[in-house]
């Protein structure tokens, strides 16, 4: 029979022959598991099978999954890799932040915060932090909506976690916050001027986000276990029309593990990144880099989010001298948040985006609203001290140079309750508002 094949044909047919006769095991063990896991990069065209996690041996081939779907382009740019060393707060500022470039500093946890890498540990978490109360959601997966979450001590969470797919992700507590510090590269007012929080997760593994973006800039740092995540840059998701078609949490609804390529064909087609960050890690997510994040292994992070500088693009390190020296860390409980600048920072934009950069006090009123609630964020007081002209337009140069600290008091002179830099909701946005954004 072979004779009448052609050399082709006949390489075919051995092949499919060669195929056919390999058998594939399942982990006989969790250590195995972890062990396939860390072979498998983000772009492998297999999945490994991740406890907790939907099995993609079973199918796969019917599945496009996020992260899998195709190579990531090494020509749009790889994310750089640094040693403990050689980020300063200069450098960082300078050389990334400015720029809106992601970073990866390895094994550089442990002396940036302070702490040992058993800390990590759940045992030693119970003893120390058991009774601080914590959110978490009952799901691995990411709702972006706060509203499957759920409150008990940490240690009843960390007793039930590995059963029960729990996911903590919550504010870090205050007694766990004096035991961290600042990582020395986010010392600089800088960045502290703009602080708006540090957040705990810890799940058991499997976990994975949606495909999303922060409009707060981010540093995460993995404490144990291993983050696997995929990035597409601002100009690629603008250029490729990524669909952020859930305002409301700023994320793509793209079904991450079986993508609808009708649907979701921008989403294949946009060039990507992908980096591993492991135990000791840390990571610099810029501000509206487009990004989605799985968990190998039980995994705990910490990260630290803070509010994009107005002039980035037109400052240098020389106009943002060092908050402490380098010698007296700051303790993450020494930090003061400032919930009022990312409000600042992103209507101020949303103006801009605007023609003559101009908004009427109603309109403002109307689209600044809160992300879960729909309550308006700023009332008719304020907008009207704002409004210095009286004749109820607001600039952005109205905007910009209002004395915001003053959005912590209520007109009657009483407390004003702190708005949470991720609740803020401007529901008036252009369809191009990511690239307005990077204007």
Not at 185 to 193: F, H, K, N, P, S
């Amino acid at each position: 029979m072979l004779k009448n094949m052609s050399h082709e044909h006949v390489i075919l047919v051995f092949f499919h022959i060669l195929i056919s006769s390999i058998h594939v095991s399942e982990p006989s063990s969790e250590a195995d598991l972890d062990g396939l896991s860390s072979m498998l990069p983000l772009n492998n065209s297999c999945k490994p099978h991740i406890k907790g996690q939907t099995d993609y041996s079973v199918g796969a081939s019917d599945r496009i999954v996020l992260g899998y779907h195709s190579e990531p382009q090494s020509s749009h740019g790889i994310i750089e890799e640094l040693s403990t060393n050689a980020l300063t707060p200069v450098t960082f500022f300078d050389d990334y932040c400015r720029n809106n470039i992601p970073v990866v500093a390895r094994q550089v946890t442990q002396d940036w915060l302070g702490i040992a890498p058993d800390f990590w540990d759940d045992d030693n978490l119970a003893q120390k932090f058991g009774d601080e109360q914590v959110a978490f959601d009952t799901t691995l997966n990411d709702l972006r909506s706060g509203e499957d979450a759920t409150d008990m001590t940490l240690e009843e969470f960390l007793r039930d976690y590995h059963q029960k797919s729990w996911y903590l992700i919550d504010s870090v507590p205050e007694r766990f916050s004096t035991a961290l510090k600042v990582p020395p590269i986010l010392q600089t007012t800088a960045i502290l001027d703009g602080f708006q929080e540090s957040v705990l997760w810890l799940n058991a593994g499997g976990s994975s986000s949606l495909l999303h973006y922060d409009n707060v800039e981010n540093v995460m740092c993995v404490g144990s276990g291993q983050k696997k995540m995929l990035l597409i840059s601002p100009e690629n998701a603008t250029k490729y029309r990524i669909p952020i078609d859930h305002p409301r949490g700023d994320y793509c609804g793209v079904n991450v593990s079986d993508i609808d390529t009708v649907q979701y064909h921008d989403v294949i087609a946009a060039p990507w990144m992908s980096i591993t960050v492991n135990a000791g890690d840390c990571v610099y997510i810029p501000s509206y880099w487009v990004h989605y994040v799985e968990s190998v292994g039980r995994t705990a992070a910490v990260n630290f989010w803070w509010t994009p500088q107005l002039n980035y693009s037109n400052s240098s390190s020389s106009d943002f001298e060092t908050a402490t020296p380098t010698d007296d860390p700051l303790s993450l409980c020494d930090v003061e948040r400032h919930p009022h600048m990312q409000l600042r920072y992103q209507v101020y934009k949303y103006i801009k985006s605007l023609p003559h950069d101009t908004v009427s006090v109603d309109q403002m009123q109307h689209c600044v609203v809160h992300e879960h609630t729909l309550e308006p964020l700023l009332s008719s007081e304020l907008l009207a001290s704002i409004d210095t002209d009286g004749d109820d337009m607001l600039t952005a140069v109205e905007w910009e140079t209002f004395d915001f600290p003053e959005m912590r008091e209520d007109s009657d002179g009483g407390d004003r309750e702190e708005i949470e830099a991720g609740a803020i909701y401007i529901r008036c946005r252009t369809e191009n508002w990511l690239l307005d954004m990077l204007a």
